[in-house]
């Protein structure tokens, strides 16, 4: 398939945000303390720790779509976006800091961008 070059840094920030998630979500199940705001203190909350592994999960997979320039990794990668952004308002407002979500609403808002330009969009064959 003719994949732009554009597609494929967002199959490699999919990767990245499956990395991160995947990391967020061992951070709630108490494993990584020193990642976050709170030094030394462990936060267990499964809530969270589910949400995050199903978030790393999809992201892999919407990686593979990715890869395929699949039509459907395209819609669903806009949806996913948006999730993982309402997501990361969630933790903000409930008592999470700047810090723990900036990576994560960052590289979400610049894939989100992206993926609506009329270039990406044609590879898609979404127009």
């Known amino acids: 398939m003719d994949r732009p070059i554009g597609v494929t840094i967002i199959m490699f920030m999919a ?15 108490g494993f990584l303390p020193y990642l976050g705001t709170t030094v030394g203190i462990r936060v267990f909350n499964l809530w969270y720790a589910l949400l995050y592994g199903l978030l790393a999960y999809v992201w892999t997979w919407v990686a593979y779509m990715l890869w395929q320039v699949d039509r459907q990794a395209w819609i669903f990668l ?5 999730f993982n952004l309402c ?5 903000l407002v409930t008592g999470g800091s700047w ?29």
Not at 15 to 29: D, E, G, S, Y
Not at 78 to 82: C, E, P, V
Not at 87 to 91: D, E, I, K, Y
Not at 105 to 125: D, E, H, Q, S
């Open 99 to 127: 810090y723990d979500v900036n990576f994560t609403v960052i590289v979400n808002t610049l894939v989100l961008i992206y993926i609506m330009l009329p270039g990406v969009r044609k590879a898609f064959r979404t127009d």
């Open 15 to 29: 990767v990245l945000l499956a990395f991160i998630n995947a990391i967020t979500m061992l951070r709630f199940l």
């Open 78 to 82: 806009a949806i996913i976006t948006i």
């Open 87 to 91: 997501l990361s308002f969630v933790v």
